[in-house]
């Protein structure tokens, strides 16, 4: 038990970069870029949208994801604005809405498809790969998915509201279940100078990222401000304090617990070591996926 509070700073501070993936589509890439290239146990996170003039002018902005293989690894995409409808090789499929959440294991292998539409001019949100222990690598794929109304929200403080993907908040625990990494993972809304402190699971690797407004991290005199589009690496105390600025923020927290271990990736394959990529290359090439 902790019985002293000490405030969690910002360690490291970065802004995403312009990437493409899939059949062209455009999206911020904030983990996984040279810039980070990890925070075990995530191994990227990316930020995609558009709107509907931005998908009249670049003509593949919604060419989406087709198939492609996953192995070793959990996939999270969170909608915020439009839909994503999937579908894979083992007969799942479904249609993400606005404030969605699908937690994909990968396992020992699937072949899936991710296409977004548009909804009322808008296609926006999350995808988060969170890597998987190596006993847990080849496990059979499973899916944790659940549309809004099962996400559950609660409000810890004045102008503060919290949706909970995973995790808990004064009592109200999020529908994900992954004992591997016990993560947590918040999508919180600050009205203007509203603020807030959480404490953080003992041990996590955490970072929090601003997508709209902006906001400040840490306490008193060490507080940094984060603005749009831009990720805080935190460390350094169990207690996240934040604080929104003149126009209010929202950001997503997420959480996790390191599983140190060798991570050897090659694209869509996460394994530990490269003979096991190796490996995943066969196994897809000959159809054991």
């Known amino acids: 038990m902790r019985n002293t509070t000490t405030h969690a700073h910002v360690i490291r501070k970065l802004r995403g970069r312009p990437a493409s993936d899939g059949a062209g589509v455009k999206l911020t890439r904030v983990i996984g870029s040279p810039e980070l290239d990890h925070l075990d146990p995530f191994l990227l996170l990316d930020e995609f949208g558009t709107d509907r003039a931005e998908a009249d002018l670049e003509g593949n902005q919604l060419a989406g994801f087709p198939e492609h293989p996953h192995r070793g690894f959990e996939t999270v995409t969170y909608m915020l604005n439009g839909r994503m409808r999937h579908k894979d090789n083992h007969g799942n499929e479904g249609l993400l809405v606005p404030g969605s959440v699908q937690w994909m294991t990968a396992g020992r292998g699937l072949v899936h498809s991710e296409m977004p539409e548009q909804q009322e001019g808008r296609m926006r949100g999350f995808q988060l790969w969170v890597n998987l222990p190596a006993k847990d690598k080849m496990t059979a794929p499973r899916y944790q998915e659940f549309a809004p109304e099962q996400i559950p929200s609660t409000q810890p403080a004045e ?15 999020g529908p994900i279940v992954q004992p591997a990494t016990d993560p947590i993972y918040f999508d919180i809304a600050l009205a203007p100078n509203a603020a807030w402190q959480f404490l953080l699971p003992a041990g996590h ?49 997420v959480a996790g617990r390191p599983i140190n271990e060798p991570v050897a990736r090659h694209g869509p394959f996460v394994m530990n070591t490269r003979q096991e990529i190796m490996q ?10």
């Open 159 to 173: 102008g503060v509201s919290v949706k909970i993907i995973a995790g808990e908040v004064d009592g109200v625990r």
């Open 205 to 253: 690797n955490a970072f929090a990222y601003v997508f709209e407004g902006n906001a400040s991290i840490g306490d008193g005199e060490d507080a940094r401000p984060l603005d749009v589009q831009e990720l805080a690496v935190l460390g350094g105390g169990d207690t996240l304090a934040v604080r929104a600025g003149d126009s209010g923020a929202q950001l997503i927290l």
């Open 280 to 289: 995943a290359f066969v196994d897809f090439q000959e159809g054991r996926f």
